[in-house]
């Protein structure tokens, strides 16, 4: 079991790696505009995700909670979607290639999201979403398109990448160039998308074994585990009613016949 902690938790390592990795063009080089795009958004909470669930395995300690990781799951797994399909087709000639060698939108695009998706398969336990999850993922997405609206308004020449003027990460939300319908309509369609594909990692989560494929935790550590959270939801109630003091003062107890009540 020992073995398999570490084996799983170097796997959730390289995923936290590749995934800054994959943009670290940003912090190398000092291209902090690169942060509008969703692409780096979502593969930096990868990295904060998973370099969380690595130390949590290895250490035994509290996971990533179930909402996080399935939001995060769905987020990186849109980048891969969008960036593959949707998006122009990379030229890996010619893009900054992270470690010296491995182009980054391979990294981001490709990488990443699989070995996310098959550390949730294989690595994570599951019928843990509830069913109002896939209702509240979107809103990260919601903020992120209202940000990139404020960065294009304030500084309306702020480019997103070295030595371009466009503040607008993707041709899909370029106002000035598909106006507002068009920008309106993207909303309601990504919203629907997001929610479908959101249900349909709710099915997934609900149809897989409770249980990971590759568990690293035995069923004494899951009731060990188990007693724990109940013994702070204990004391979590005994702080919020502390027990009464029922030692009374003989003093002011009646006394009738020579005795206090209950005891003649």
């Known amino acids: ?17 590749l995934a800054w ?82 182009p980054n939108s391979l990294l981001v695009h490709i990488s990443v999201p699989i070995l996310c998706l098959l550390d949730y398969v294989l690595f994570e336990r599951h019928k843990h979403y509830k069913w109002w999850y896939p209702l509240t993922w979107p809103l990260y997405i919601y903020c992120w398109f209202v940000f990139v609206i404020i ?44 929610l479908v594909l959101g249900y349909i990692l709710y099915g997934i989560d609900k149809a897989l074994p409770r249980t990971a494929v590759v568990p690293t935790t035995t069923l004494q550590d899951l009731r060990e585990r188990a007693q724990r959270s109940k013994d702070r939801r204990i004391a979590r109630i005994e702080n919020q009613w ?3 003091n029922l030692s009374l003062d003989a003093s002011a107890v009646p006394v009738q016949d020579g005795a206090p009540h209950g005891l003649d």
């Not at 995700?49 to 909670?65: C, D, F, H, M």
């Not at 990448?161 to 160039?177: A, T």
Request: charged share 10%; net charge positive; aromatic share 20%.
């Open 1 to 17: 079991m020992r073995t398999r902690r570490i084996i799983v938790s170097l796997v959730e390592l390289l995923i936290c790696v």
């Open 242 to 244: 502390p027990r009464e």
């Open 151 to 194: 960065r294009a308004s304030a500084f309306p020449h702020a480019g997103v990448d070295p030595g371009s003027h466009d503040p607008y990460p993707y041709f899909f939300i370029n106002i000035p160039k598909v106006g507002w319908g068009s920008i309106l309509k993207t909303f309601i369609l990504f919203t629907i998308f997001f």
């Open 21 to 102: 990795a994959g943009i670290s063009q940003s912090y190398c080089q000092g291209q902090w505009e690169e942060f509008t795009y969703f692409t780096y958004q979502s593969n930096f909470v990868v990295g904060v995700v998973y370099l969380w669930a690595s130390i949590a395995t290895i250490t035994g300690g509290k996971q990533p909670w179930a909402w996080l990781r399935g939001g995060v799951l769905l987020y990186i797994f849109t980048t891969g979607l969008v960036a593959n399909f949707i998006l122009p087709a990379p030229d890996y000639a010619t893009e900054y290639r992270a470690f010296g060698f491995i």
